[in-house]
Every structure is written in structure tokens, then in C-alpha cells.
């Protein structure tokens, strides 16, 4: 079963910086692209970062671009999301995600889903 497990949420001071991480268990992680969303309170789920199998590829949101980091090490089987510069508007429940059809992240969203970890910047 296909299982992306996040952690490292919590709260910070605007400005600071954290660090999220998504073990993956369950399939073959260096097979599959990855990314991360977000849902704040009251909005829809927004894409915040991706990076396919390899690591070769990576793309962001505007509102993070500049900011937000994100990385793999397929030997360990984690993507993480580095989070730098926050701000009140990045609070949110940010969720990992997992695919390897072709497609997914790009034309549909993917198909598996974290529990999610909640992050809360303070102004």
C-alpha cells in the first residue's frame, strides 16, 4: 500500500524557516514524482512544489518560488520541502502526494496522499 507519512510542521515566527519531510513506504519511492499541497482554512487545496522520480525536474508555485526548496534522496526513501522566509499566508495543512502514471501532478492531480502536517506561521 502506497503510504506517504509527512512530518516537521509546527509553528514559527514569520520570517523563520521549516523544514518538511515525507517518508515513503509501500512502493518503489524512486519509481514515483512527488509533491507537496497545502490547504489553509476555508480555501482549496493549492500545489506547492513538485520533483519527479529522479530529481532531475522541479517545479514550484509562484507564491513559493524563491522561498520553498524541495528535495529527494532515493536512498532513504524522503522528499522534503525546506520552507524559508514564512509568512502568515503560508499556514496550512501541507500534505505529500505520490504518482508515477504519467500525467499525474501535470493534467490530473495524484493519487496518493499523506495524512497531512499542519503548519502555522505567527505574525
Known amino acids: 500500500q502506497v503510504q506517504p507519512v509527512e512530518s516537521g510542521g509546527g509553528l514559527v515566527q514569520a520570517g523563520g524557516s521549516l523544514r518538511l519531510s515525507c517518508a515513503a513506504s509501500g512502493f518503489t519511492f524512486s519509481t514515483y514524482n512527488m509533491g507537496w499541497f497545502r490547504q489553509a482554512p476555508g480555501k482549496e487545496r493549492e500545489f506547492v512544489a513538485y520533483i519527479n522520480w529522479s530529481g532531475s525536474r522541479v517545479c514550484y508555485a509562484d507564491s513559493v518560488k524563491g522561498r520553498f526548496t524541495i528535495s529527494r534522496d532515493n536512498v532513504k526513501n524522503t522528499v522534503s520541502l525546506q520552507m524559508n522566509s514564512l509568512t502568515p499566508d503560508d499556514t496550512a495543512v501541507y500534505y505529500c502526494?505520490?504518482?508515477?502514471?504519467?500525467?499525474?501532478?501535470?493534467?490530473?492531480?495524484?493519487?496518493?496522499w499523506g495524512q497531512g502536517t499542519q503548519v502555522t506561521v505567527s505574525s
Open positions: 502526494a505520490a504518482d508515477n502514471r504519467v500525467g499525474a501532478f501535470d493534467r490530473f492531480p495524484p493519487s496518493y
